[in-house]
């Protein structure tokens, strides 16, 4: 039996166990999808856009179904993990290996006309809705992971905001992944569905236990277990015209799991998109990032930075289509490698050949710091009409000598030097988020975690001068 | 011994059975592909015994591949079956047999390229004998070359009188379990250029195919085969700025140059074949492998190329720099009008230390054409300091064209500094607007925009040829504004 196969009897064993499995419509769904899955099989590096990224680990590991956590451990996880965030959000939904948990969750008053639930309830409650919308952005005829997402969807989030509602402040998604005795599999699903001019900002985290040291030692104690867990989610947004989406995707999963993600986006006239997008855990993070632009006037911005380190695999696939005339879209991707890292970045943007007046922007930068790092990175046009202003750049480098010299010239210690120039590198993006309260948090996590990738023990500029260092060579 | 093995030993060791008797009475073979076809064009050629079982190892290689699908080009599944493998060089009777023969369009193309008028009949292919004797032309710039060493001949003439050369290098660079078409030619190939360079000489003249008369009737398959040695070095010119007259469909040709230390090689094509009619019917097939090896150290290999022919053209000129401290350099200008497809761009494998290389790729489409640019750029785990600056620029004329960017980045070593950039924009009416008030007319408003677009690559040709390939790409335009 081969990986694929043995992800599919998963599904086979346990379909009884998803939620809605008695409703037709639902089922429909998850056999073509089963169907399309048991065809495609897991990806190989023959495959174009799987050529730099082998599942080998993956395909290794013997997976089994996520149960449910009993109770104790759960309510132990609102001290140990919620409370420490340092990042309240009003609207929360906490997931735990995959399962909603309405305890550890708090969903305040949320404007009228707008429908925020696990996606569970509503299977169970809105099953008209998504039985129309369900799978129908999310394309999974040629991704075998969003074939397989959908065959074992169960949980996630549901989201529908009508006409005109605005929500305030960020929707927080945390994915909370625990250690197992068995391999396990998640499989979240979010639906998100904006009506006409709605607006709002979601935050979509994955988080693993064993990134958050303090506090939970002796719980994970109990649980030491060497598993490869995997997280395949896949997210659908349709922007009907004029809603506007901020999207933010923490990935703080553990370096042993495998995480790959899909997301999928369709535009329709004059709506904006804005994904912000940081990798920074999983021994192996696949992002495929699907825009179609099509209608016209429609705008995309993707930001994200990856940072990796030991033997840490990243892969962006990004693939904005425009389809419409006056469709904007931009792109920034940075990287960080260290160790022996590895990235891979693949930028497509399609513009069709009605999609006259486009404009299209691209760029990845990397910087290469580990000896044995390796970056491969490829963006790709693919123009079809002649009234376009389109433009892409990659670059692979390391920091500027002049810099780290000025720096140095002036008393900075070398590893200081380095890891401000690297955070400086990192912030181009970071400094791109508009909601303070998240650039404030994304920015913490992703400069304590780069700090530590530089070895731990590196000063901020703040933190020298507050403690009245000021700057002065510190070794 | 097994059925097998008895039909093995019958094609390896024994004659063929039925003999060419007959196939000499006639100039070329019957259409198709077998082991006895490549034996009858190794015997036709004279070839040593090595050259016959290179040939035949590319042949059952070849048979093992599959036609290669990953490009953006598309093009009816070609019958390899139907095709003479080989013809010797078009009889004068094949040929028309005056200028007064030969299409008018091709004419008016040479009188605006200014080309002199007994080039246009041999370009044409009329029967160049009957017109002029060029064959003494060629024979003096033999005798230069021969003074200071240079070899200079044609790939069968190499392989009589220099198979030590050619043993040693032939498929070093490009063997033929590269690709499917690498293969093939390797196969069945006919003819071709050689060129060798001794050590410590600067070849006194810019060499040209152009010269060797008899090369400019090869049929499909060529091969070329350049060798510079230590401290020499040689710009060699391919092709020529007018259209062939030529009806071969498949043009599958391999190139291989190697540079040892502190050689420079210089190789320029300018391409120009048959590209199809308006409706996208006919033309010729372009799929080529060009590769060069910076073998010592110090060396320096430069592709510079502007396609404007074919009806589909496939290549990639690459550089594999193994030698620390080598140069590769890729210069392109690739037209597509009509309905011509263009997949092409280079691979630049960074092997030694503190290697460099250059890309500069310029995409023109105008009407239906497709253009894409295809490269890859990759760093060696021992490649330290390498550094690589690619720039490719697409121009888009018209609304039914396309243009694409498929650019490969691959890094192993973090010292390695690779900056890669990509436009794709039309002509902006500003820049047409500026120049039609200044009474200037659309057609050379455009010719002259799109000539600054490709000054940086035509700045890398010698001079005759960047004026005639200015004038090529005026022509290769036409009708394709307003």
């Given at each position: 039996?081969?990986?694929?196969?043995?992800?599919?009897?998963?599904?086979?064993?346990?379909?009884?166990?998803?939620?809605?499995?008695?409703?037709?419509?639902?089922?429909?769904?998850?056999?073509?999808?089963?169907?399309?899955?048991?065809?495609?099989?897991?990806?190989?590096?023959?495959?174009?856009?799987?050529?730099?990224?082998?599942?080998?680990?993956?395909?290794?590991?013997?997976?089994?179904?996520?149960?449910?956590?009993?109770?104790?451990?759960?309510?132990?996880?609102?001290?140990?993990?919620?409370?420490?965030?340092?990042?309240?959000?009003?609207?929360?939904?906490?997931?735990?290996?995959?399962?909603?948990?309405?305890?550890?969750?708090?969903?305040?008053?949320?404007?009228?006309?707008?429908?925020?639930?696990?996606?569970?309830?509503?299977?169970?409650?809105?099953?008209?809705?998504?039985?129309?919308?369900?799978?129908?952005?999310?394309?999974?005829?040629?991704?075998?992971?969003?074939?397989?997402n959908t065959?074992?969807?169960?949980?996630?989030?549901?989201?529908?905001?009508?006409?005109?509602?605005?929500?305030?402040?960020?929707?927080?998604?945390?994915?909370?992944?625990?250690?197992?005795?068995?391999?396990?599999?998640?499989?979240?699903?979010?639906?998100?569905?904006?009506?006409?001019?709605?607006?709002?900002?979601?935050?979509?985290?994955?988080?693993?236990?064993a990134?958050?040291?303090?506090?939970?030692?002796?719980?994970?104690?109990?649980?030491?277990?060497?598993?490869?867990?995997?997280?395949?989610?896949?997210?659908?947004?349709?922007?009907?015209?004029?809603?506007?989406?901020?999207?933010?995707?923490?990935?703080?999963?553990?370096?042993?799991?495998?995480?790959?993600?899909?997301?999928?986006?369709?535009?329709?006239?004059?709506?904006?998109?804005?994904?912000?997008?940081y990798?920074?855990?999983?021994?192996?993070?696949?992002?495929?990032?699907?825009?179609?632009?099509?209608?016209?006037?429609?705008?995309?911005?993707?930001?994200?930075?990856?940072?990796?380190?030991?033997?840490?695999?990243?892969?962006?696939?990004?693939?904005i289509?425009?389809?419409?005339?006056?469709c904007?879209?931009?792109?920034?991707?940075?990287?960080?490698i260290?160790?022996?890292g590895?990235?891979?970045?693949?930028?497509k943007?399609?513009?069709?050949?009605?999609?006259?007046?486009?404009?299209a922007?691209?760029?990845?930068?990397?910087?290469?710091?580990?000896?044995?790092?390796?970056?491969?990175?490829?963006?790709?046009?693919?123009?079809?009409?002649?009234?376009?202003?389109?433009?892409?750049?990659?670059?692979?480098?390391?920091?500027?000598?002049?810099?780290?010299?000025?720096?140095?010239?002036?008393?900075?210690?070398?590893?200081?030097?380095?890891?401000?120039?690297?955070?400086?590198?990192?912030?181009?993006?970071?400094?791109?988020?508009?909601?303070?309260?998240?650039?404030?948090?994304?920015?913490?996590?992703?400069?304590?975690?780069?700090?530590?990738?530089?070895?731990?023990?590196?000063?901020?500029?703040?933190?020298?001068?507050?403690?009245?260092?000021?700057?002065?060579?510190?070794? | 011994?097994?059925?097998q093995?008895?039909?093995?030993?019958?094609?390896?060791?024994?004659?063929?059975p039925?003999?060419?008797?007959?196939?000499?009475?006639?100039?070329?073979?019957?259409?198709?592909?077998?082991?006895?076809?490549?034996r009858?064009?190794?015997?036709?050629?004279?070839?040593?015994?090595?050259?016959?079982?290179?040939?035949?190892?590319?042949?059952?290689h070849?048979?093992?591949?599959?036609?290669?699908?990953?490009?953006?080009?598309h093009?009816?599944?070609?019958?390899?079956?139907d095709?003479?493998?080989?013809?010797?060089?078009?009889?004068?009777?094949?040929?028309?047999?005056?200028?007064?023969?030969?299409?008018?369009?091709?004419?008016?193309?040479?009188?605006?390229?200014?080309?002199?008028?007994?080039?246009?009949?041999?370009?044409?292919?009329?029967?160049?004998?009957?017109?002029?004797?060029?064959?003494?032309?060629?024979?003096?710039?033999?005798?230069k070359?021969?003074?200071?060493?240079?070899?200079?001949?044609?790939?069968?003439?190499?392989?009589?009188?220099?198979?030590?050369?050619?043993?040693?290098?032939?498929g070093?660079?490009?063997?033929?379990?590269?690709?499917?078409?690498a293969?093939?030619?390797?196969?069945?190939?006919?003819?071709?250029?050689?060129?060798?360079?001794?050590?410590?000489?600067?070849?006194?003249?810019?060499?040209?195919?152009y010269?060797?008369?008899?090369?400019?009737?090869?049929?499909?398959?060529?091969?070329?085969?350049?060798?510079?040695?230590?401290?020499?070095?040689?710009?060699?010119?391919?092709?020529?700025?007018?259209p062939?007259?030529?009806?071969?469909?498949?043009?599958?040709?391999?190139?291989?140059?190697?540079?040892?230390?502190?050689?420079?090689?210089?190789?320029?094509?300018?391409?120009n074949?048959?590209?199809?009619?308006?409706?996208?019917?006919?033309?010729?097939?372009n799929f080529?492998?060009?590769?060069?090896?910076?073998?010592?150290?110090y060396?320096?290999?430069?592709?510079?190329?502007v396609?404007?022919?074919?009806?589909?053209?496939?290549?990639?000129?690459?550089?594999?720099?193994?030698?620390?401290?080598?140069?590769?350099?890729?210069?392109?200008?690739?037209?597509?009008?009509?309905?011509?497809?263009?997949?092409?761009?280079?691979?630049?494998?960074?092997?030694?230390?503190?290697?460099?290389?250059?890309?500069i790729?310029?995409?023109i489409?105008?009407?239906?054409?497709?253009?894409?640019?295809?490269?890859l750029?990759?760093?060696?785990?021992?490649?330290?300091?390498?550094?690589?600056?690619?720039?490719?620029?697409?121009l888009?004329l018209?609304?039914?064209?396309?243009?694409?960017?498929?650019?490969?980045?691959?890094?192993?070593?973090?010292?390695?500094?690779?900056?890669?950039?990509?436009?794709?924009?039309?002509?902006?009416?500003?820049?047409?607007?500026?120049?039609?008030?200044?009474?200037?007319?659309?057609?050379?408003?455009?010719?002259?925009?799109?000539?600054?677009?490709?000054?940086?690559?035509?700045?890398?040709?010698?001079?005759?040829?960047a004026?005639?390939?200015?004038?090529?790409?005026?022509?290769?335009l036409?009708g394709?504004?307003?």
């Amino acid at each position: 039996m081969n990986a694929g196969e043995r992800l599919l009897k998963d599904y086979s064993q346990n379909k009884a166990r998803l939620a809605g499995h008695s409703m037709p419509w639902l089922t429909g769904i998850r056999e073509c999808a089963r169907e399309s899955f048991a065809v495609q099989g897991l990806p190989e590096v023959s495959d174009e856009d799987w050529k730099y990224t082998k599942l080998t680990q993956l395909a290794q590991a013997n997976y089994g179904f996520a149960e449910r956590l009993d109770s104790t451990f759960i309510a132990s996880l609102a001290d140990n993990v919620l409370n420490k965030l340092i990042f309240a959000a009003e609207h929360r939904l906490v997931f735990v290996n995959g399962h909603y948990n309405e305890s550890l969750s708090t969903i305040n008053l949320l404007p009228e006309g707008v429908i925020l639930t696990s996606l569970a309830q509503a299977i169970e409650e809105h099953a008209e809705l998504l039985s129309s919308t369900l799978g129908s952005i999310a394309d999974y005829a040629t991704h075998p992971f969003t074939a397989l997402n959908t065959a074992m969807l169960s949980d996630g989030v549901f989201l529908l905001a009508q006409k005109n509602t605005k929500i305030e402040t960020p929707i927080h998604c945390l994915f909370i992944s625990t250690a197992t005795e068995q391999s396990v599999v998640n499989y979240p699903r979010l639906l998100l569905l904006l009506d006409e001019s709605a607006e709002l900002t979601l935050v979509e985290h994955y988080l693993d236990m064993a990134q958050l040291k303090s506090g939970m030692a002796q719980t994970l104690s109990d649980h030491n277990f060497i598993n490869h867990n995997l997280t395949n989610c896949v997210t659908e947004v349709l922007l009907s015209p004029h809603a506007h989406m901020d999207h933010y995707k923490l990935q703080y999963d553990s370096t042993d799991t495998s995480h790959i993600a899909a997301m999928y986006v369709e535009q329709q006239r004059a709506s904006t998109f804005t994904s912000h997008s940081y990798s920074v855990g999983a021994a192996l993070a696949r992002n495929d990032i699907q825009i179609k632009l099509v209608d016209s006037q429609a705008e995309c911005i993707l930001n994200g930075a990856y940072l990796v380190a030991g033997r840490q695999h990243v892969d962006y696939h990004t693939q904005i289509e425009h389809l419409a005339p006056g469709c904007n879209s931009r792109q920034i991707y940075k990287g960080v490698i260290h160790g022996r890292g590895r990235a891979v970045f693949n930028g497509k943007v399609i513009i069709h050949s009605q999609a006259q007046q486009s404009s299209a922007n691209q760029l990845n930068k990397n910087l290469l710091l580990g000896e044995k790092a390796e970056v491969d990175t490829k963006p790709e046009l693919q123009i079809y009409a002649d009234d376009v202003k389109c433009s892409h750049g990659a670059t692979v480098g390391q920091l500027d000598e002049q810099a780290l010299f000025y720096l140095q010239s002036r008393g900075v210690c070398k590893k200081d030097a380095q890891n401000w120039l690297v955070n400086g590198f990192v912030s181009e993006v970071l400094k791109l988020i508009d909601n303070p309260v998240l650039r404030e948090f994304i920015q913490l996590t992703v400069i304590a975690h780069l700090n530590q990738l530089a070895g731990g023990d590196v000063k901020s500029l703040q933190e020298l001068i507050s403690t009245g260092e000021g700057v002065m060579p510190c070794h | 011994m097994t059925t097998q093995a008895k039909n093995l030993e019958r094609f390896v060791g024994g004659e063929y059975p039925h003999g060419f008797v007959t196939e000499l009475a006639t100039d070329s073979l019957p259409p198709g592909l077998s082991e006895s076809v490549i034996r009858q064009i190794s015997a036709k050629k004279n070839e040593p015994e090595f050259m016959l079982q290179w040939r035949l190892q590319a042949y059952r290689h070849w048979l093992t591949l599959d036609v290669p699908t990953w490009s953006k080009v598309h093009y009816p599944p070609i019958n390899y079956d139907d095709i003479i493998y080989y013809s010797a060089p078009k009889s004068a009777s094949s040929g028309p047999q005056s200028l007064d023969d030969v299409a008018p369009e091709i004419l008016q193309t040479y009188e605006k390229l200014g080309i002199p008028l007994h080039e246009r009949a041999q370009l044409a292919g009329v029967a160049v004998d009957a017109v002029f004797d060029s064959v003494s032309v060629a024979t003096t710039f033999k005798e230069k070359l021969a003074d200071v060493g240079v070899i200079f001949c044609s790939f069968s003439e190499a392989v009589q009188k220099h198979p030590e050369l050619v043993q040693q290098y032939l498929g070093s660079v490009v063997p033929f379990t590269d690709n499917f078409y690498a293969a093939l030619n390797a196969a069945v190939f006919s003819d071709g250029s050689f060129c060798y360079v001794p050590k410590g000489t600067r070849c006194p003249m810019e060499l040209s195919t152009y010269f060797r008369i008899n090369s400019l009737n090869t049929g499909q398959f060529e091969r070329t085969l350049i060798i510079v040695e230590d401290n020499s070095y040689v710009s060699y010119l391919e092709g020529c700025t007018a259209p062939m007259r030529d009806e071969h469909q498949l043009h599958a040709a391999v190139v291989e140059l190697i540079a040892l230390n502190n050689a420079e090689i210089k190789y320029a094509t300018v391409q120009n074949w048959y590209p199809g009619d308006k409706e996208g019917k006919g033309g010729i097939y372009n799929f080529v492998t060009k590769r060069g090896l910076c073998q010592g150290n110090y060396s320096k290999i430069s592709w510079t190329q502007v396609e404007t022919g074919s009806a589909i053209t496939w290549k990639y000129p690459s550089v594999i720099l193994k030698g620390d401290n080598s140069i590769g350099e890729f210069y392109s200008v690739a037209l597509t009008n009509n309905y011509q497809q263009a997949d092409t761009g280079t691979k630049m494998t960074h092997i030694g230390k503190n290697t460099t290389s250059t890309i500069i790729s310029k995409g023109i489409s105008a009407g239906h054409g497709s253009n894409a640019y295809r490269g890859l750029v990759s760093v060696g785990q021992n490649a330290s300091n390498a550094k690589n600056y690619s720039q490719c620029d697409s121009l888009l004329l018209g609304a039914h064209c396309s243009a694409h960017t498929f650019p490969y980045i691959e890094v192993r070593h973090p010292s390695a500094k690779i900056e890669h950039e990509a436009t794709t924009s039309k002509i902006s009416d500003e820049q047409l607007f500026y120049c039609l008030q200044r009474g200037i007319t659309a057609e050379n408003a455009v010719s002259m925009i799109i000539n600054g677009f490709c000054k940086d690559i035509f700045r890398k040709l010698p001079m005759e040829f960047a004026v005639e390939a200015q004038a090529l790409m005026e022509v290769s335009l036409e009708g394709c504004t307003g």
